[in-house]
T-cell receptor, first 117, second 113 residues
Framework: DGGITQSPKYLFRKEGQNVTLSCEQN?????MYWYRQDPGQGLRLIYY???????QKGDIAEGYSVSREKKESFPLTVTSAQKNPTAFYLC????????????????FGPGTRLTVL | SQQGEEDPQALSIQEGENATMNCSYK?????LQWYRQNSGRGLVHLIL?????REKHSGRLRVTLDTSKKSSSLLITASRAADTASYFC?????????????FGQGTRLTINP
């Protein structure tokens, strides 16, 4: 199956601890994105990557870090510097070529719910 | 502030009725997209309308776009209980030198059987 996966589904973090959220896609998409969603709210962009080995800060990058060493993978690390990390995190990808993907459409993973204990 | 703002924030209707959600935005856009989110899940793309289009249909969905008013509407006809979800508009635009999707806060739709 082609798609985008995120793991784990639920993650618990102790204060002061870094955690890494996984995002993998086999859609051959160049662009990948990380969003944060708080209860009853829309999505806010944390980081995005338009190509391997390149990434850019989004609107709320403070306290987060990413890497893009492989096209398929875009892990997000929530660091201890993020003061209020409890949220639902969504990863998405977007293709540049037509085919199975609709251009300009982002395809979302199922999300990771992070809770700080 | 958010590029897209949606109205109403919550909507509750009877099964079989039509549901209309509105979205307003502030800057020029390449396209506007609507997504659906079931509780605790990822977003699913519903429909995309380009800036040079005024109306688009997909099954029971009808989207309109008025670029002069910077607004869009999503109409779901003959609603079903399974349509219960949150619906988000997202504007695709160049912001600070990069193409980004900016999401509204969503409309929470409840279809009562």
């Amino acid at each position: 199956d082609g798609g985008i996966t995120q793991s784990p589904k639920y993650l618990f973090r102790k204060e002061g601890q870094n955690v890494t959220l996984s995002c993998e896609q086999n859609l051959n998409h160049d662009a990948m994105y990380w969003y944060r969603q708080d209860p009853g709210q829309g999505l806010r962009l944390i980081y995005y990557s338009q190509i391997v080995n390149d990434f850019q800060k989004g609107d709320i990058a403070e306290g987060y870090s990413v890497s893009r060493e492989k096209k398929e993978s875009f892990p997000l690390t929530v660091t201890s510097a993020q003061k209020n990390p409890t949220a639902f995190y969504l990863c998405a990808s977007k293709g540049r070529t037509a085919g199975v993907s609709i251009l300009d459409t982002q395809y979302f993973g199922p999300g990771t719910r992070l809770t700080v204990l | 502030s958010q590029q897209g703002e949606e109205d109403p924030q919550a909507l509750s209707i009877q099964e079989g009725e039509n549901a209309t959600m509105n979205c307003s935005y502030k800057t020029s856009i390449n396209n506007l997209q609507w997504y659906r989110q079931n509780s605790g899940r990822g977003l699913v793309h519903l429909i995309l309308i380009r800036s040079n289009e005024r109306e688009k249909h997909s099954g029971r969905l009808r989207v309109t776009l008025d670029t002069s008013k910077k607004s869009s509407s999503l109409l779901i006809t003959a609603s079903r209980a399974a349509d219960t979800a949150s619906y988000f508009c997202a504007t695709d635009a160049y912001i600070q030198g990069a193409q980004k999707l900016v999401f509204g806060q969503g409309t929470r739709l409840t279809i009562n059987p």
